[in-house]
C-alpha cells in the first residue's frame, strides 16, 4: 500500500523574519508612551540601533584606521559628535572611548555582528577594542516644546543651548540612571540607557511629563 502522506518541507526562517520577532527592552510601555505623549512634549522609543564601542587613541593608528572605515573622524572633545555615511554618529565618551550609532540592522541590511566585524578588521593589530553593544542599550526619544523642561528635572547639566547646542552628547545621569543625553534637534532628544533600566526610564520620564499631558 502506497504512503500517501505528504512530507512536509522545512524552511529555514531568513533573517528579515528573525529580525521581525524582536522585542524592544520598552515593549511594555508602548502604550502608555503613545498615550502619555501631548503636543508639548513626545516620548517614543528608537529601539535596536546599532551600536558599537570603540577604544582607540584618536591621533594613533588606531584610531586613523578606525576613521578610514567609518569615513568620518572620531570625536576629540567631550560632548562632540560627528556624522558619516548611511545615518553614521560618533559620539565622545571619553578621551580614547567612542560610541558609533548606526541604523537599526533591519533598515541597513547590515548585522550589527557585521558592522563590528568590519571595524575590528580594520583595527586589526593596532592598539584598541572594537565591541558591538546594540544590545546593551535601548534610547528614548523626547520631542516638543517642553522636552528640555522634562529633562531639566532629572538631569545635573545645564541644558541651555547656550551650554547644549544642537548636536552635543554627554554621558551623565537621567535621576539615578547612567545615561547618554544626545540633543539630535532644537527640541528633540535622545537618551541612551541600558535596556535593563528601559522600564524605569520610561516611567521616569513619563511621570516628569504629566504636567504637560
Same mark, same amino acid.
Given at each position: 500500500?502506497?504512503?500517501?502522506?505528504?512530507?512536509?518541507?522545512?524552511? &529555514?526562517?531568513?533573517?528579515?523574519?528573525?529580525?521581525? !520577532?524582536?522585542?524592544? +527592552?520598552?515593549?511594555? %510601555? /508602548?502604550? =502608555?508612551?503613545? #498615550?502619555?505623549?501631548?503636543?508639548?512634549?513626545?516620548?517614543?522609543?528608537?529601539?535596536?540601533?546599532?551600536?558599537?564601542?570603540?577604544?582607540?587613541?584618536?591621533?594613533?593608528?588606531?584610531?586613523?584606521?578606525?576613521?578610514?572605515?567609518?569615513?568620518?573622524?572620531?570625536?576629540?572633545?567631550?560632548?562632540?559628535? &560627528?556624522?558619516?555615511?548611511?545615518?553614521?554618529?560618533? !559620539?565622545?565618551?571619553? +578621551?580614547?572611548?567612542? %560610541? /558609533?550609532? =548606526?541604523?537599526? #540592522?533591519?533598515?541597513?541590511?547590515?548585522?550589527?555582528?557585521?558592522?563590528?566585524?568590519?571595524?575590528?578588521?580594520?583595527?586589526?593589530?593596532?592598539?584598541?577594542?572594537?565591541?558591538?553593544?546594540?544590545?546593551?542599550?535601548?534610547?528614548?526619544?523626547?520631542?516638543?516644546?517642553?522636552?528640555?523642561?522634562?529633562?531639566?528635572?532629572?538631569?545635573?547639566?545645564?541644558?541651555?543651548?547656550?551650554?547644549? +547646542?544642537?548636536?552635543?552628547?554627554?554621558?551623565?545621569?537621567?535621576?539615578?540612571?547612567?545615561?547618554?543625553?544626545?540633543?539630535?534637534?532644537?527640541?528633540?532628544?535622545?537618551?541612551?540607557?541600558?535596556?535593563?533600566?528601559?522600564?524605569?526610564?520610561?516611567?521616569?520620564?513619563?511621570?516628569?511629563?504629566?504636567?504637560?499631558?
Amino acid at each position: 500500500m502506497a504512503d500517501t502522506r505528504t512530507a512536509q518541507q522545512s524552511t &529555514t526562517p531568513t533573517q528579515a523574519d528573525v529580525l521581525a !520577532l524582536r522585542r524592544s +527592552p520598552a515593549h511594555d %510601555l /508602548a502604550t =502608555a508612551l503613545e #498615550e502619555g505623549s501631548s503636543p508639548a512634549v513626545g516620548l517614543r522609543e528608537v529601539p535596536f540601533l546599532t551600536q558599537v564601542t570603540l577604544r582607540a587613541e584618536p591621533d594613533g593608528p588606531g584610531g586613523a584606521a578606525l576613521e578610514d572605515a567609518l569615513g568620518t573622524d572620531l570625536p576629540r572633545a567631550v560632548g562632540e559628535v &560627528t556624522s558619516g555615511p548611511d545615518g553614521l554618529s560618533v !559620539l565622545w565618551l571619553a +578621551p580614547d572611548e567612542f %560610541l /558609533a550609532i =548606526a541604523p537599526d #540592522e533591519a533598515e541597513s541590511g547590515v548585522l550589527t555582528t557585521a558592522y563590528a566585524d568590519r571595524l575590528a578588521t580594520a583595527l586589526g593589530e593596532h592598539r584598541g577594542q572594537v565591541v558591538d553593544v546594540s544590545a546593551n542599550r535601548t534610547t528614548f526619544e523626547l520631542t516638543g516644546p517642553a522636552a528640555r523642561s522634562v529633562l531639566d528635572k532629572s538631569v545635573r547639566l545645564d541644558l541651555h543651548p547656550r551650554e547644549f +547646542p544642537v548636536g552635543r552628547a554627554v554621558a551623565t545621569q537621567l535621576g539615578s540612571t547612567p545615561a547618554v543625553v544626545w540633543r539630535t534637534g532644537e527640541e528633540s532628544w535622545r537618551l541612551l540607557v541600558r535596556s535593563s533600566f528601559a522600564t524605569h526610564v520610561g516611567s521616569w520620564l513619563l511621570d516628569g511629563m504629566r504636567e504637560y499631558g
